[in-house]
C-alpha cells in the first residue's frame, strides 16, 4: 500500500472526481460517510455529547457533514466553526447550508467567543487536514490547546489538526492530541513515527475508494505492506520436498554469558522453515545449545567464551551472525573477515553491527547483506539524526551507499532498501520491547533467506510474521508478560494464517 503526500492525496481527489464525473462534495459525502460509519461502530452509546469543531476548508466541510449524520442517527451533535476571516471551500459552504438547523452551531472568531465546553464527551477534530500549509497560530492555536485540555475523548478527522503529513513540525507547535485517527483512503508518514504518537494516537484507515487506475500508477519510495501482500510472497511447502529444500543456515552467535541469545535465534530459525541449521559457538554454548536446540547442529569454537575462527562457510544458503556476540578482539577480526569472505548471503545483527560501526566497515558490506539494527545501533552505523524524518532520509542513503537491506526496528518498523524504497510494518506491539525479539528477528529472516526469499521478500516477511507472532502472544499473556519465547511458540500459529 502506497503512501501518499499531501499533494498526491489532492490529485487524486481530483482525478476520482473527474473519473467518476461527480461533484466534489460527492466525495466529501462518501468520505464523511466513511467515518460516521466507523464512528457508530466504535462510540455505539447516542447518549455521548458530541463537539464537532470545523475549521474552514474541507476537513472542516467534513466535520459539518458528519455532525448532520451523526444528528440523523440521534447523538447529541454540537458544532464550533472557527473561522476568523470568513473565507471558506465552497465544499463547507454546501455542507454549511445542508446542516440541520436543531444542531446547535457557536462561531468563534476571538477568544472571547469560546463557550463552556465541560459537557462534552468526546470532540471531533475538523480544524485542518491534509490542507495544513503552515504551523498554526492564532484563534486557531488556542482552539486546539482548548481541545487539549478538554477531559473529553478526541478523534481527529483524516489528520491530527495542526500536524504536516510528511515533514516535522517545529517545536511548539500547535497540534491536537487525539487519542484516534480516522485518515481517508491513504496511510500518511507523520502516522508511522514515534516522534508524533502522542498527537496521531490510534490511526484506522477508511476507505472512500478514490481513483484506482491513479492510485496505481501514481509513484512513492514509501509503503506500508499489508496482509495481502504477505498472502502473495509466502510460499507453500511442496510434497515432495526434502530438508534440503529449504536450505542450510548457519548462525554465528553467543559469548560467556550470552548463549540464550544464540538459542532463540536458533529456535526461531528452526521454526521457520529452515530445512538444516548448524549454530558456530563459544566452547561455552556447546551443551547449552545441544540441550535447548536438539535440532540444530552445534560447531563449537576452539574458545571458550568467544568466537575466534570462521568454520568452513561453503554448505550454508544463509549466515546470520550477531545475537549475544559481544566484541572481543578476536571477534571483531572474525566480523571483518567474514564480510570479505562469505560465499553466502548475511544476516547482521547486535554486536555485529556494533563492531562493522566501531571498526568502520560499513564500504565492506557484501552487496544485498540484511542488517537489523535498533535506532542506536542504526546511530552508530550511520550517525546521528535531528528526529524520525531525518533518520528515514539517513537510512535510504546508507542502504543506497552500500547496496543493503537494513530492518530499522520500533514501533513501526522499517525496512529501507538498495533503490532508496521504505516498506513500513503494521504488526507487533509494545510488549515485545523486551530482550531477546530481536535475535528472534535475527533467526526468522536467516531462515527465510536460506529458503530462497529474495532479501525484500525475506524482511518484509520476517518482520510481519515476528510481530504477528507478538500480537498473537499478546492475546495469551498480554504486553507487559511478553516475553522473547513467546513469539518462537507462536510463530507456527502466524504462518499457519497464510496457509504455511
Ligand atoms: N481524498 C481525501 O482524502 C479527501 C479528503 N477530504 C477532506 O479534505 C481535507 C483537505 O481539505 P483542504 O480544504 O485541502 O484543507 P484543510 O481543510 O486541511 O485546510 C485548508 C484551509 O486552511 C487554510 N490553512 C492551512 N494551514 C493553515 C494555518 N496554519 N492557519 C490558518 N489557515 C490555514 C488553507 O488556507 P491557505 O491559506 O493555505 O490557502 C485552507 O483555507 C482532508 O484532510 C479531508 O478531511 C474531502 O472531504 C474528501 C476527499
Ligand atoms: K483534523
Not at 26 to 31: G, K
Amino acid at each position: 500500500m502506497k503512501i501518499l503526500t499531501a499533494l498526491q492525496i489532492r490529485e487524486a481527489d481530483q482525478r476520482t472526481i473527474a473519473e467518476e464525473n461527480i461533484p466534489s462534495a460527492a466525495l466529501m459525502e462518501r468520505a464523511a460517510n466513511a467515518f460516521t460509519e466507523w464512528f457508530t461502530r466504535k462510540f455505539p452509546d447516542t447518549g455521548k455529547n458530541i463537539l464537532i469543531c470545523c475549521g474552514p476548508g474541507n476537513n472542516g466541510g467534513d466535520g459539518l457533514a458528519i455532525a448532520r449524520m451523526l444528528h440523523a442517527l440521534d447523538y447529541a451533535a454540537t458544532v464550533w466553526i472557527v473561522a476568523p476571516e470568513n473565507k471558506f471551500s465552497p465544499d463547507f459552504l454546501t455542507n454549511q447550508e445542508r446542516l440541520p438547523a436543531a444542531i446547535p452551531v457557536t462561531n468563534i472568531k476571538q477568544t472571547s467567543d469560546f463557550p463552556e465546553a465541560s459537557e462534552f464527551n468526546l470532540v471531533l477534530d475538523g480544524l485542518f487536514g491534509t490542507g495544513l500549509s503552515r504551523s498554526v497560530t492564532g484563534i486557531y492555536a488556542e482552539i486546539i490547546q482548548h481541545i487539549n485540555h478538554l477531559p473529553a475523548q478526541v478523534i481527529a478527522i483524516d489528520v491530527p489538526s495542526g500536524l504536516y503529513t510528511e515533514a516535522p513540525n517545529q517545536l511548539g507547535d500547535a497540534i491536537v492530541q487525539a487519542d484516534y485517527t480516522l485518515s481517508f483512503e491513504v496511510p500518511k508518514l507523520a502516522f508511522l513515527l514515534a516522534q508524533n504518537e502522542k498527537y496521531v494516537g490510534e490511526w484506522y484507515l477508511v476507505a472512500i475508494n478514490l481513483s484506482p487506475a491513479f492510485l496505481a500508477d501514481v509513484t512513492t519510495d514509501k509503503f506500508i505492506f499489508t496482509r495481502e501482500q504477505v498472502t502473495q510472497i509466502i510460499q507453500p511447502r511442496r510434497k515432495f520436498s526434502h530438508k534440503g529444500t529449504y536450505g542450510h543456515a548457519l548462525l554465528l552467535a553467543g559469548s560467556y554469558g550470552k548463549m540464550g541469545a544464540a538459542a532463540l535465534a536458533a529456535r526461531a530459525c528452526l521454526r521457520s522453515g529452515v530445512g538444516l541449521l548448524s549454530v558456530h559457538c563459544p566452547k561455552v554454548g556447546y551443551t547449552i545449545l545441544q540441550t535447548a536446540v536438539p535440532e540444530a547442529m552445534t560447531l563449537p569454537d576452539t574458545e571458550a567464551t568467544h568466537l575466534t575462527q570462521l568454520p568452513d562457510l561453503n554448505t550454508y544458503q544463509a549466515i546470520g551472525i550477531g545475537p549475544g556476540l559481544g566484541k572481543e578482539p578476536a571477534t571483531r577480526h572474525l566480523v571483518r573477515q567474514l564480510l570479505q569472505t562469505t560465499p553466502a548471503p548475511l544476516v547482521i545483527d547486535a554486536d555485529a553491527l556494533n563492531i562493522i560501526a566501531e571498526e568502520n566497515l560499513q564500504p565492506a558490506l557484501p552487496p544485498n547483506t540484511i542488517l537489523t539494527p535498533h535506532p542506536k545501533e542504526f546511530e552508530r552505523l550511520a550517525g546521528p539524526a535531528s528526529d524520525d524524518y531525518n533518520r528515514l532520509k539517513l537510512l535510504q542513503n546508507f542502504c543506497r551507499q552500500y547496496g543493503c537491506f537494513v530492518v530499522l526496528k520500533g514501533g513501526h518498523t522499517c525496512i529501507g532498501t538498495p533503490a532508496g524504497d521504505l516498506y513500513f510494518n503494521i504488526t507487533g506491539n509494545p510488549g515485545m520491547a523486551t530482550g531477546g525479539t530481536g535475535d528472534v528477528l535475527t533467526g526468522i529472516i536467516t531462515a527465510l533467506v536460506a529458503q530462497k526469499y529474495s532479501p525484500l521478500d525475506a524482511c518484509r516477511l520476517g518482520v510481519y510474521l515476528h510481530g504477528l507472532a507478538g500480537d498473537l502472544a499478546r492475546d495469551q499473556v498480554g504486553e507487559t508478560a511478553l516475553i522473547a519465547s513467546d513469539l518462537i511458540e507462536n510463530l507456527g500459529a502466524a504462518f499457519r494464517q497464510f496457509g504455511s
